[in-house]
């Protein structure tokens, strides 16, 4: 059974949440602060909690409708959540089995709670005529009774008319029988009892402050789990007992100890070992649990024991800590994933949950963010619909914009939910914008092997060499590589680093005798480049010195030169005029305008256009040692790519 569509109605902030739909998987409600994503999942969360909850009318209705709600007839229901659900293919068939084909009007349903009773509102849309048609077809009756009953429509009519049979036949009885034992004989009230109250979902609401203790005192812990009076963060430390297969009774008996601490080991891997398959951030910690004695002078509840301490042991620093004393974030991602590990323990292994999960990277590093929607996407949503709250970029899949519903609070109409993700005010759609943003800058520039370049021009002249090598029968640049500029030299650095961050293949070409080199051989070392990721251009044009306008003969690129210039130079630059002494023919050029008084500056870009632009005329002119530089340059970056 699945949640399709909602609507929240007077809860708090919410006078009006408008009809919202629901993913089959994973739905992300985005808002601002206050602007209601909490009210909403809380509303949600009453139609069938895990827990023991329900509104206050008093408390819940929105204050500033405080008139209007006394206006309404005691007796009135007053709807909160209308919730639309659909049977799933299973359910379907089954009512069909035994009701006939034609027995529902629709797969869908709607579920209504609200104030002033505890009841859920069910509306099953069956068709009543054809399912009386269907138990009546599978009757084996003498004319006479079966005349009797014939014009028997809904099923209050047909159990009349079999009640009424002077002399019923066997199968008639049976069907009174069936029709009696239904609650109040009414096909709707059958239909809610056998077919969707055992298959709704029980709904989950997690919150960042439903977080596991560090340290309990048994005796106080048993006595409010008897009385019902725990956290939801205290339930996610028994769920680590009873993966261990103890219970908090069994620490009473001191001679069982060790073997109860032999048991708490092996929970505590189990749940490490779950916890660090998603959690990236820091692989070196693993979760212990210990037995103390209460100390000396302790306040209630930890003057008595036996007291139970969760600590988190880091292997690289060989030390433990308290569990509370770890980051917010860790603590938070492991009470959830004890929590949950608690929920499918006590449920059968079909047990639906629909999870609600208030700001859940709240406390997360970006990067373990991004943890937490692949164990979303991995192991909750495959089995479970999941609804989460967020106001931040690093928890909205750029890839699954149609899942995000923004959350606005009207200044009259409270929170407002709308799947129109872009007509929300500019706060509210900030966190959509930079998450678009940081995917555009991983996919649009760059990809799994990037190429780094120091400046448009280079991207032209590797783009052309690549058509010119290849119409020869040469090797080109091997298209796998994301060719991305970078705008000069001194970002060189900063951009290996952070593509390195992102785990992608980046290789940088650069000038034999840009000054950053030192510092992106030193980031090669640390292993944040590719190995032999580093490519000069020296490596090819046989010079010390060396830019990547040395793969080309330097009257072909004198040439383009003055094709680029031939509006600012009177005469064209001869090549008599070049220091040949000087090995990069750049700052031959540069010296030349200089020399000539030429206002404009000289820009590396303007050759590489007139390139592009004359191509198809141009490339003839491309000599074969050029050829074989250009081949040797593309062989060295392509070895760097993983084999196809």
């Given at each position: 059974m699945q949640l399709i569509r909602a609507r929240i109605t007077d809860y708090r902030s919410v006078e009006d949440s408008e009809i919202f739909d629901v993913e089959k998987d994973v739905t992300c409600l985005v808002g601002k602060n206050e602007s209601g994503k909490t009210n909403l999942l809380q509303a949600l969360f009453r139609l069938n909690p895990v827990e023991t909850a329900g509104f206050d009318e008093v408390v819940d209705f929105p204050a500033r409708k405080t008139r209007e709600r006394k206006q309404i007839p005691a007796d009135r229901k007053i709807p909160v959540v209308r919730a639309t659900f659909r049977f799933d293919d299973a359910a379907l068939k089954a009512i069909e089995d035994e009701f006939g084909p034609k027995a529902m009007r629709s797969a869908e349903f709607e579920v209504v709670i609200g104030y002033r009773d505890n009841f859920k509102t069910f509306d099953p849309r069956y068709n009543e005529a054809a399912v009386v048609d269907h138990l009546r077809s599978a009757l084996d009756l003498p004319a006479g009774a079966a005349r009797a009953i014939g014009g028997a429509k809904?099923?209050?009519?047909?159990?009349?008319?079999?009640?009424?049979?002077?002399?019923?036949?066997?199968?008639?009885?049976?069907?009174?029988?069936r029709i009696r034992d239904w609650r109040q004989s009414r096909l709707a009230l059958y239909l809610i009892d056998e077919y969707i109250k055992p298959a709704m979902p029980k709904f989950v609401y997690f919150a960042d402050y439903d977080t596991m203790p560090g340290k309990v005192a048994l005796p106080d812990l048993i006595r409010r789990r008897d009385s019902g009076e725990l956290k939801r963060g205290e339930l996610a430390l028994l769920s680590l007992l009873e993966m261990a297969g103890v219970s908090p009774e069994e620490f009473k008996d001191s001679d069982q100890h060790e073997r109860l601490l032999r048991e708490l080991e092996n929970s505590g891997n189990v749940i490490s070992d779950e916890v660090f398959e998603y959690w990236s951030q820091n692989t070196e910690l693993e979760v212990q649990l210990k037995v103390?004695?209460?100390?000396?002078?302790?306040?209630?509840?930890?003057?008595?024991?036996?007291?139970?301490?969760?600590?988190?042991?880091?292997?690289?620093?060989?030390?433990?800590?308290?569990?509370?004393?770890?980051?917010?974030?860790?603590?938070?991602?492991?009470?959830?994933?004890?929590?949950?590990?608690?929920?499918?323990?006590?449920?059968?292994?079909?047990l639906i949950l629909i999870l609600l999960l208030d700001e859940p990277g709240l406390s997360l590093h970006g990067?373990?963010?991004?943890?937490?929607?692949?164990?979303?996407?991995?192991?909750?949503?495959?089995k479970h619909q999941v609804l989460y709250t967020t106001h931040s970029p690093f928890m909205v899949d750029p890839g699954n914009l149609q899942r995000v519903r923004t959350v606005i609070d009207m200044e009259r109409g409270g929170a407002k939910v709308s799947s129109e993700i872009f007509k929300?005010?500019?706060?509210?759609?900030?966190?959509?914008?930079?998450?678009?943003?940081?995917?555009?800058?991983?996919?649009?520039?760059?990809?799994?092997?990037?190429?780094l370049l120091e400046g448009p021009s280079d991207l032209i002249y590797l783009d052309v060499l690549t058509d010119v090598a290849e119409a020869n029968g040469s090797t080109g640049l091997d298209p796998r590589w994301v060719k991305t500029p970078i705008g000069g030299s001194g970002k060189v650095s900063t951009f290996v680093t952070l593509l390195g961050a992102n785990k992608l293949n980046v290789a940088v070409l650069v000038d034999s005798s840009t000054k950053d080199v030192g510092a992106v051989?030193?980031?090669?070392?640390?292993?944040?480049?590719?190995?032999?990721?580093?490519?000069?251009?020296?490596?090819?044009t046989g010079t010390a010195d060396a830019d990547v306008e040395e793969l080309f003969d330097r009257d072909f690129y004198l040439d383009l030169v003055n094709r680029a210039y031939a509006s600012?130079?009177?005469?064209?630059?001869?090549?008599?005029?070049?220091?040949?002494?000087?090995?990069r023919v750049v700052r031959q050029i540069e010296a030349?305008?200089?020399?000539?008084?030429?206002?404009?500056?000289?820009?590396?870009?303007?050759?590489?256009?007139?390139?592009?632009?004359?191509?198809?005329?141009?490339?003839?002119?491309?000599?074969?040692?050029?050829?074989?530089?250009?081949?040797?340059?593309?062989?060295?970056l392509n070895s760097l790519l993983p084999k196809r």
């Open positions: 809904t099923i209050a009519d047909l159990l009349a008319a079999l009640i009424a049979l002077a002399e019923p036949p066997f199968d008639a009885s049976a069907l009174a029988d103390l004695l209460p100390e000396a002078g302790a306040q209630a509840p930890f003057d008595v024991g036996p007291i139970l301490q969760i600590r988190v042991f880091n292997r690289r620093h060989r030390a433990s800590v308290p569990f509370d004393d770890r980051s917010r974030g860790f603590v938070w991602f492991f009470s959830f994933l004890a929590y949950f590990n608690e929920l499918e323990a006590a449920g059968t292994t079909d990067r373990a963010q991004a943890d937490l929607l692949r164990l979303i996407e991995e192991r909750l949503a495959p929300a005010d500019e706060d509210t759609a900030f966190p959509l914008l930079a998450a678009m943003g940081v995917e555009m800058t991983q996919t649009l520039f760059v990809g799994e092997h990037t190429l051989q030193r980031l090669r070392d640390n292993g944040q480049l590719a190995k032999n990721g580093l490519v000069e251009i020296s490596e090819f600012q130079l009177t005469k064209p630059i001869s090549a008599s005029e070049l220091n040949a002494k000087d090995p030349v305008f200089k020399k000539r008084k030429i206002a404009t500056r000289f820009n590396h870009y303007k050759p590489a256009a007139v390139l592009l632009r004359e191509q198809a005329t141009l490339a003839s002119g491309v000599d074969v040692a050029t050829v074989m530089r250009a081949e040797q340059l593309f062989s060295r």
